[in-house]
């Protein structure tokens, strides 16, 4: 079993009409994910990629059973996208979209928490569980199936290193992008926790970056909760102070935002520490060996 | 965006929030009708002013514009000091901070408050995080009256609560109404005509931007002037581009599809030995014109020797970022070395297109970094 998606998962597309949202429907549907309907405004009637559309989640609702939506919308819609897929009860949703106003998403996140609704994002590059389902815009052929969990802000370094872990013969169980922040719908120990919980993970592979203090926080949880073993790889050591790394939550602005600083904490909770892609497949198999 | 104090405090005082009677000093006249002394203050959006001798008191017109004169050819950490304002002195009692700010970590606006105002509040949490009441707001409920006579009470302030409530309640305003990620009044005065803003830091949403046009549109004009100095040709491209830019000390280009990734090609560039002359990170939705254009600036920079390209796409196509790399190079020549890794979306197409242009590419990017760290050692 992976986490939050398994390949019984029936998924809506929201902005399904678009040049991304077309495209990387396609590419889902092809690596085997049940894409059941598309929704955006206007266009419903439609069919793109033999999948029918409709003008309002809760039209498409009427006709199909929906696990999962994932959305393709703009920034400056997204927040409506969001909300109406919540209101539709849709317990699953990936905000895909980068750039939607901080307080757009402090009401998506806390409106789709009062209904007990899971969002992943925003900024994120959504989640795969390898050869069997893929919620999001992954390169396929970079990923195969296995046992060990990764978490990441970036989407681009979880490619990279599963990559990596890929050419060593070493699989995914799931590959959860939580997106390049500030804020996030699902946080770095959530998602830890989920791993933990789930039978077919035996290694977590944390991927956290400079800026902020999430790390810190889920450096508290692996010390506290995790029994499985992390292996944190953290990026931006050369990052000067101040300056954004490309992405909204990346910005150096206190010491503990500091990868140092980051790095310090995961390995005095518990976590062994990558330095770099290669480093993690050498650590993931001296973990196993000595089982 | 960050405003400077002058600008707070006038988005402040639309909205009734007492601050003192001031003025953007530039000669004498525009001292007229204020009492002395005033306190001048350089307007840049750095803090350590004080410090920086940045703010200065004068006791009658002639001194106070002589010392203005004198700032204005002052900057501070690299920023020019454009415009001072001149403020009438008030007399303080105490120092209070007050701010709303949203709190990352728990997704919800959080207010702060502390009776030891006038400081760097970041020491006051680090050494007496006891002094700091902390209230988080819950959206939906917004600010209620019990939080605002709790927070008055427990930093000794219910004497003066209908002051405090409507202060407290117009910042929650600013703060939702123009996008703002933080509100900070730092310090608020206790003076003997009630709380007054000595000084304020008020951060916007730039992703909000287009909900507050013509506000941002104004606010840039007018730190324009106090614009950091010195900026150079790359610095300048990227910035009319909206290109995300970091200069930075070494020798090779860095450009990358994704900030995780730009981030770990900066560190492993270090690691062998390279450092980055700058970095270019292209965003998840680019397309040839963002290449073509991240690699206009990165080689704007005279230090760079090699350029890095480092690309494993989701979003980011690769035949796309290929007809970039091939419309710079036809465009502009091949003035340095390009070394590419491309990985990704469509690399069959991307590689294919690069090699009957005679480029070859990378498959590993660690390998790739070492090879441009020793072209350009070479070079």
């Given amino acids: 079993m992976a986490i939050l998606i398994d390949k019984n998962s029936r998924v809506l597309v929201q902005g399904i009409t678009g040049q991304v949202g077309s495209f990387q429907t396609k590419v889902m549907k092809e690596y085997g994910t049940e894409i059941v309907a598309g929704v955006t405004p206007g266009k419903g009637g439609m069919k793109v990629h033999e999948i029918p559309v409709y003008d309002f989640v809760e039209e498409a609702l009427q006709s199909h059973e929906v696990d999962a939506a994932i959305s393709f919308v703009p920034a400056r819609l997204a927040k409506d996208a969001a909300l109406e897929a919540i209101d539709g009860g849709i317990r699953f949703l990936v905000v895909t979209t980068e750039g939607i106003p901080d307080q757009d998403m402090l009401t998506i996140i806390n409106y789709a928490a009062s209904k007990g609704i899971t969002v992943l994002g925003p900024d994120t590059p959504g989640l795969i569980s390898p050869g069997r389902c893929k919620l999001g815009v992954h390169p396929n052929r970079m990923f195969t199936e296995g046992r060990v969990g990764v978490l990441s802000k970036s989407g681009a370094l979880s490619y990279e290193v599963c990559r990596v872990l890929t050419e060593n013969g070493i699989g995914q169980s799931t590959v959860v992008g939580i997106g390049g922040g500030p804020l996030w719908g699902l946080s770095q120990q959530a998602v830890l926790k989920m791993f933990q919980d789930d039978p077919e993970t035996e290694v977590i592979v944390l991927l956290g970056e400079v800026g902020g203090t999430t790390e810190q926080a889920a450096a508290a949880f692996i ?37 140092e600083s980051k790095i310090k904490t995961l390995r005095s909770a518990g976590s062994l520490i990558a330095r770099s892609p290669s480093e993690i497949p050498e650590i993931i198999k001296t973990i196993w060996s000595v089982r | 965006m960050r405003l400077l104090e002058f600008q707070a405090k006038r988005l402040l005082s639309e ?11 530039k000669s004498q006249d525009d001292l007229e009708g204020l009492s002395f002394p005033v306190v001048l203050k350089a307007q840049v959006p750095v803090g350590g002013r004080g410090k ?137 005065a206790v003076t003997p005509n009630g709380l007054v803003t000595l000084d304020a830091k008020v951060l916007l949403d730039d992703k909000a931007a287009y909900r507050h046009e013509d506000l941002f549109v104004k606010l840039q004009e007018e730190q324009k002037k106090s614009a950091k100095s010195g900026k150079t040709g790359a610095e300048q491209l990227a910035e009319e581009r909206g290109i995300t830019y970091v200069p930075l000390d070494g020798n090779v280009g860095v450009i990358s599809d994704g900030a995780g990734t730009g981030m770990l090609t900066l560190d492993l560039t270090q690691d062998v030995g390279g450092q980055a002359a700058n970095f270019c990170e292209l965003g998840g939705l680019a397309g040839a014109e963002s290449m073509l254009q991240a690699l206009e600036v990165v080689s704007a920079s005279p230090h760079v020797k090699v350029v890095l390209i480092s690309l494993i796409g989701g979003l980011t ?8 790399i091939l419309n710079y190079l036809e465009q502009h020549g091949k003035s340095r070395p390009l070394v590419i890794r491309m990985c990704g979306t469509k690399e069959e197409v991307g590689k294919a297109r690069l090699r009957t242009a005679g480029i070859e590419t990378f498959e590993d990017l660690e390998t790739a970094v070492r090879a441009a760290v020793k072209l350009a050692e070479e070079s």
């Fill in chain 2, 317 to 324: 196509r690769m035949d796309e970022m290929a007809d970039g």
């Fill in chain 2, 15 to 25: 909205y009734g929030i007492p601050i003192p009677k001031s003025v953007l000093a």
């Fill in chain 1, 223 to 259: 010390e506290r909760y995790m029994d499985k073993p992390v292996v944190s790889l953290i990026v931006g050591r050369t990052a000067p102070k101040g300056a954004q790394m490309g992405h909204a939550g990346a910005i150096i602005e206190g010491e503990e935002g500091m990868a």
């Fill in chain 2, 52 to 188: 920086a001798g940045a703010i200065r008191i004068a006791t009658q017109p002639k001194e106070a514009i002589a010392t203005v004169e004198e700032l204005l050819n002052y900057s501070i950490k690299g920023y020019p000091i454009q415009a001072v304002l001149a403020e009438e002195q008030v007399e303080i009692k105490q120092e209070l901070y007050l701010a709303v700010l949203i709190d990352k970590l728990a997704c919800l606006p959080l207010i702060m408050v502390s009776a030891t105002g006038g400081v760097d509040i970041e020491e006051v949490a680090r050494e007496s995080p006891e002094k700091i009441v902390k209230k988080h707001l819950k959206p939906f409920v917004g600010l209620q009256d019990y939080i605002v006579r709790y927070l008055a009470k427990h930093i000794g302030l219910e004497d003066q609560l209908d002051g405090f409530r409507r202060i407290v309640n117009q910042v929650y305003s600013i703060f939702c109404d123009y996008d703002a990620t933080l509100v900070e009044i730092n310090p608020l």
